[in-house]
């Protein structure tokens, strides 16, 4: 199967988690980061999140002008599968386009002709299969496509053996938690499972460290 080079990027604490207990939103990296993720955002053809970023964070997904000169927004993906994105999302407006991928049956109606929806088949554990994800995004011609969470996608995207990089900034603080989301959230590997990285390059940024991983 033909599909777009997939690129990882989250900003974890020291202990691993990706935002509050409560599953807000924190920042987490260092200014340094921040503009380091916009650059890469800007350099994609598409960035991906699951509904579970849209409904506790409400993002954009776009590229801040503030950070990089005459910014290239990517197309903006959501993985929905019952087609929970509302209506008033900040990622529906039209600086960009966006395209919501929803399980077969859920499809609904958006304002907007930069508002795509399209259904995809779910996998036996009833997620979107990442496979058709994949292959519907290399046919709109997307060849790389930025996953930034949250934590259940990401744990997908590994799972299924279909990430090329992952970068990983670490930032100076404890969360804490035992339920707080974390950089792959789900049930975790079975026995003999493990999911083998190998480290490309470590980089003092700001205040934290960014950690460039391809699969081992």
């Not at 999302?89 to 960009?96: I, K, T, W």
């Not at 046919?139 to 934590?151: A, C, D, I, Q, T």
Request: hydrophobic share 40%.
């Amino acid at each position: 199967m033909k599909r777009p080079y997939v690129i990882i990027n989250c900003a974890m604490s020291a202990d691993g988690k990706i935002a509050s207990p409560t599953r807000k939103q924190m920042r987490i990296s260092s200014e340094e980061d921040i503009q380091r993720m916009y650059r890469l955002r800007n350099e994609v053809d598409a960035v991906l999140v699951g509904i579970g970023t849209i409904l506790a964070d409400d993002p954009k997904l776009t590229v801040k002008e503030s950070y990089v000169e005459h910014p290239k927004h990517p197309l903006r993906v959501i993985l929905d599968s019952t087609c929970r994105t509302p209506p008033q999302a900040l990622v529906l407006n039209a600086v960009s386009k966006t395209l919501i991928i929803t399980a077969e049956g859920h499809q609904k109606t958006y304002d907007g002709s930069h508002i795509e929806v399209v259904e995809c088949r779910t996998d036996k554990e009833g997620f979107i299969d990442l496979n058709c994800v994949l292959d519907l995004l290399y046919n709109k011609g997307v060849r790389k496509l930025l996953v930034e969470g949250g934590g259940m996608i990401i744990w997908n995207f590994l799972k299924k053996k279909v990430v090329d990089d992952l970068f990983i900034f670490i930032g100076p603080c404890i969360i804490g938690g035992k339920d707080t989301p974390t950089v792959a959230d789900g049930d975790g590997i079975g026995p003999g499972e493990e999911i083998t990285l190998k480290i490309i390059e470590v980089t003092q940024v700001g205040a934290g460290v960014l950690i460039h991983y391809q699969p081992a």
